[in-house]
Structure formats: structure tokens, C-alpha cells
């Protein structure tokens, strides 16, 4: 599907997301409703206590005295013009805080994306070559034992023996702030920065990725095409790279476009841990101070993320199996 085929397919695709979009928008609002206290209460509370008018006068400041619905409808018509609300808490905008911290957060998925992605196909393409022997079976324990391993755990072990011990990378942050680095010094200070957060992310992926490369390789071998490959004369060298490989990478390329939501639910963790500066940790403390505008932004973000990585995902699945049409 070459040329003018394509952008209508993508463009329609386009369209089928907005109802998903706006229904996750509505659904994360309601949810929020449910959560208890607000952000006049926290900040009462945090003042010592506040009498209940000066609450009430909070409250209706920041919108909240209004009731559900015609709060979701306000949310709904500002969003039409990218306008997220205001932050209370940060005292800024919700959409520039958002994106001063989307950068951080894509840095870190886009270099986990890689790692995971490179090292866990590698590691079941090996494993699938080398099946039924130890290195088999060492690649599979391996990837069973980076997939059981909780992320909180993987970052506190790495901080403690790369950072503390070993004192090879920095413990926290995303570059050092008073070192006021600048052009290719700076690049540098924040690689050393997001090595061990990239590898406490990356591990759970690599793991699922290897076995599924491993488990995907081993049914394409099987089939009927591979044998007539043989029957032609080529190598399996030849079968393997012409073949197999492109056909077992379909399933691979799907599952790291639905695992997009899983990484940011993931950064929540890694960027806590790390002090790591995106929107997992604006999400850990905005949860906290009860700043439901900050929340919606960052959920309504993740969501737009989510959507336009599953749709490149779509277009490279087309590009990769020349047997689906698009009428």
C-alpha cells in the first residue's frame, strides 16, 4: 500500500481515535471525582487547618463548587482549544508544564524503546537458532528472571551498587544543574544520567520481547514456506533473514505499540525512584497534592501518545506484510 491508499487509511484511522480519545478523557474525569479530598482540603490541611468559608472560597476558585457534569462540560469546550486548565498548585499553565516535561519522559521510553526492543529481538533470535541447547535455556532464565523482577527493586539495587558502591553513575536527576554544561558537554551529562534509569525500564521489556522473538521465530520455521525455501536451495541463513525474520517481527511490532501505556505507567516507577524529571513524577506528585487539572492534562497526554504510536505501529505493520490490502 504505496501513496494515496496510505494517507487515506491513516487519516481514517485518525478519525476512528477521537471517540477513544474522548472517552478516555471523560472516563479519567470521572474517575478523578471519585478520588477523596480535593485541593482546597489539601492545602487547608497543610496550613494547619482553614475554617470551612475559607475552603468553600478555594473551592470555588479553583471550580469545584460547580457541580460534575458542568464541570466535565467547561473541561470538554477548553479542550477544543488545547486550553488544560490551570495549575494551582505549580502556579502555571497545565500545558506548559506538560511540555517542559514531555521531553524527559520520551527521552527515557524512546532509549528503552531501543534497548529493549535491539537486545530482547537479538536475544530470541539466538535463542531460536540455538534451541534445545544451554544457551537456550540460559537466554529463557535469564528473560523469565528480568520479567519477574519488580522495577522498584531492579532501580534501588542498581543505585546502590553502580552509584554507591562503584560510584560509575550518578544517583538521581537528569543532568547536573550546577555543572551549567553546554552543547556536546551537556548531551553527555544527561547519556550518564539516563543509563541506569533506561536499563531499570528496559529489563522487563527486553524479557518479553526475547521470548516473544524466541516463541514467533519457532513457528515461522515450522511452516509451510520455509520448507519450500529449503526445496529451492537456499541456506538457512538466506530463509532466516529473507523470511522468517521479517514474518516473526509482525507480532513483535504489535505488542511494543500496545506496551506504549505500559511504559508510562512504568515511568511513573523508574522516574520516582531516579528523581527523573517527566511526567511520571509530575504524576506521582500531582496525585498526591491533589492537582486533578495537572492529572487530566498528564492522562489526556498519555493518551495522545498511546494513540499516535499505535497508529505508526499500524502503518509499519502494513509496510511490513505486503499481504495486507486497505480497501
Given at each position: 500500500?504505496?501513496?494515496a491508499p ?8 485518525l478519525?476512528?481515535v ?7 478523557v471523560?472516563l479519567?474525569?470521572l ?32 471550580g469545584?463548587?460547580?457541580?460534575v457534569?458542568?464541570?466535565l ?5 477548553n ?5 488544560l ?8 499553565p ?14 527515557l ?7 529493549s526492543?535491539?537486545?530482547g ?24 528472571i ?8 531492579v532501580?534501588?539495587m ?23 554544561y ?33 516463541a514467533?521465530?519457532?513457528e ?9 525455501a ?11 533473514l ?5 514474518n516473526?517481527?509482525l ?5 511494543a505499540?500496545?506496551?506504549?501505556g ?12 531516579f ?43 502494513v509496510?511490513?506484510?505486503?499481504r495486507?490490502?486497505?480497501?
Amino acid at each position: 500500500m504505496r501513496g494515496a491508499p496510505l494517507v487515506r487509511y491513516i487519516l481514517r484511522r485518525l478519525l476512528q481515535v477521537v471517540p477513544v480519545v474522548l472517552g478516555v478523557v471523560i472516563l479519567n474525569f470521572l474517575l478523578l471525582q471519585l478520588a477523596p479530598g480535593d485541593l482546597a482540603t489539601v492545602l487547608a490541611g497543610e496550613a494547619g487547618g482553614a475554617p470551612k468559608e475559607y475552603i468553600d472560597q478555594l473551592r470555588q476558585r479553583f471550580g469545584q463548587d460547580q457541580p460534575v457534569v458542568i464541570q466535565l462540560f467547561n473541561y470538554l469546550r477548553n479542550l477544543l482549544t488545547l486550553d488544560l486548565g490551570y495549575s494551582f498548585r505549580q502556579s502555571a499553565p497545565v500545558l506548559d508544564l506538560l511540555l517542559d516535561r514531555l521531553w524527559p519522559t520520551l527521552l527515557l521510553m524512546v532509549t528503552t524503546l531501543v534497548l529493549s526492543l535491539g537486545i530482547g529481538l537479538l536475544m530470541g533470535l539466538l535463542a531460536a537458532l540455538w534451541v534445545r541447547t544451554w544457551k537456550d535455556h540460559a537466554i529463557s532464565v535469564a528473560a523469565i528472571i528480568f520479567y519477574a523482577t519488580p522495577l522498584f527493586w531492579v532501580g534501588l539495587m542498581l543505585i546502590l551498587v553502580f552509584s554507591i558502591y562503584l560510584d560509575w553513575f550518578p544517583t538521581s536527576g537528569m543532568e547536573d544543574v550546577v555543572a551549567f554544561y553546554e552543547g556536546w558537554d551537556r548531551v553527555v551529562d544527561i547519556a550518564h544520567h539516563l543509563v541506569l534509569p533506561s536499563i531499570t525500564l528496559s529489563l522487563f521489556y527486553l524479557a518479553l520481547y526475547a521470548r516473544l522473538m524466541r516463541a514467533s521465530m519457532l513457528e515461522q520455521r515450522g511452516l509451510e514456506y520455509v520448507t519450500t525455501a529449503r526445496a529451492k536451495g537456499l541456506t538457512e541463513r538466506q530463509i532466516t533473514l529473507r523470511h522468517v525474520l521479517r514474518n516473526a517481527l509482525l507480532p513483535i511490532v504489535t505488542i511494543a505499540g500496545v506496551q506504549v501505556g505500559g511504559l508510562l505507567g512504568g515511568s511513573v516507577i523508574v522516574e520516582s525512584v531516579f528523581a527523573w524529571p517527566g511526567l511520571g513524577q509530575l504524576a506521582y506528585q500531582s496525585l498526591f497534592a491533589r492537582d486533578f487539572n495537572l492529572l487530566l492534562g498528564i492522562f489526556f497526554m498519555s493518551a495522545c501518545l498511546v494513540v499516535v504510536v499505535n497508529l505508526i505501529v499500524d502503518v509499519i505493520y502494513v509496510l511490513l506484510d505486503p499481504r495486507i490490502r486497505i480497501g
